[in-house]
Nanobody, 122 residues
């Protein structure tokens, strides 16, 4: 079983920054990609970003493009989400996920973290 543990959430002011981390207990053959998703209260889960451990490509939702940066540290089995220029609309529980492809469809990811709350005040 693979465990994903997120950290780094918290409270930030609009225009501020936060950095999320997601550490995987191990990597398996079905974990070529990692993704970040978020779910705000009363809304559906939405894709934020995804990448391949091989480092070939990184993908972003239009709503975060230019403000968020996803990266990985393969030696630590950890991915990060640097969030800059935060907006109140970014308030949500953020989840990391692991799966075979860096797609926006959350259904293809096999493993999920427990989530970390990000709250952005105006």
């Amino acid at each position: 079983q693979v465990q994903l543990v997120e950290s780094g959430g918290g409270l930030a002011q609009a225009g501020g920054s936060l950095r999320l981390s997601c550490a995987a207990s191990r990597r398996t053959v079905n974990m070529d990609a990692m993704g970040w998703f978020r779910q705000a209260t009363g809304k559906e889960r939405e894709f934020v970003s995804a990448l391949y451990w091989s480092g070939t490509d990184t993908y972003y939702a239009d709503s975060v493009k230019g403000r968020f940066t996803m990266s990985s540290d393969n030696a630590k089995n950890t991915v990060y989400l640097q969030m800059n220029s935060l907006k109140p609309d970014d308030t949500a529980v953020y989840y990391c996920a692991a799966g075979p492809s860096a797609l926006a469809n959350g259904d293809i990811y096999h493993y999920w973290g427990q989530g970390t709350q990000v709250t952005v005040s105006s």
